[in-house]
Nanobody
Framework: QVRLVESGGGLVQAGGSLRLSCAAS???????MGWFRQAPGKEREFVAA???????QYANSVRGRFTISRDNARNTMDLQMNSLKPEDTAVYYC????????????????WGQGTQVTVST
């Protein structure tokens, strides 16, 4: 099993920055990792993903503003979020796959508990 724990959410003004972190433990190795988010009343959506070898994918809505990274030695993953907008407000979830590959769709096999990001106007 894999356990994922997010940290770093909070309240920020529009135009500001936040950095989210995800720590993985358990039977974790070269798993694909990613971030998803869910706003109130909306479905969960893909934000960004990264492979062991640093291959990356981004949602169009965050490309150029968000940067995903990972530290394979520490089994951690970060999401640097800049130029935040009110529409970025959501619960952000760390996710991992059993596969080393990443995808914008399913399946993602392991999930964190989520961290709230709120962007005020």
């Amino acid at each position: 099993q894999v356990r994922l724990v997010e940290s770093g959410g909070g309240l920020v003004q529009a135009g500001g920055s936040l950095r989210l972190s995800c720590a993985a433990s358990g039977q974790f190795g070269n798993n694909g990792m990613g971030w998803f988010r869910q706003a109130p009343g909306k479905e969960r959506e893909f934000v960004a993903a990264i492979t062991w070898f640093n291959g990356k994918q981004y949602a169009n809505s965050v490309r150029g503003r968000f940067t995903i990274s990972r530290d394979n030695a520490r089994n951690t993953m970060d999401l640097q979020m800049n130029s935040l907008k009110p529409e970025d407000t959501a619960v952000y979830y760390c996710a991992a796959r059993k596969s080393p590959a990443i995808t914008t769709g399913n399946p993602w096999d392991y999930w964190g508990q989520g961290t709230q990001v709120t962007v005020s106007t």
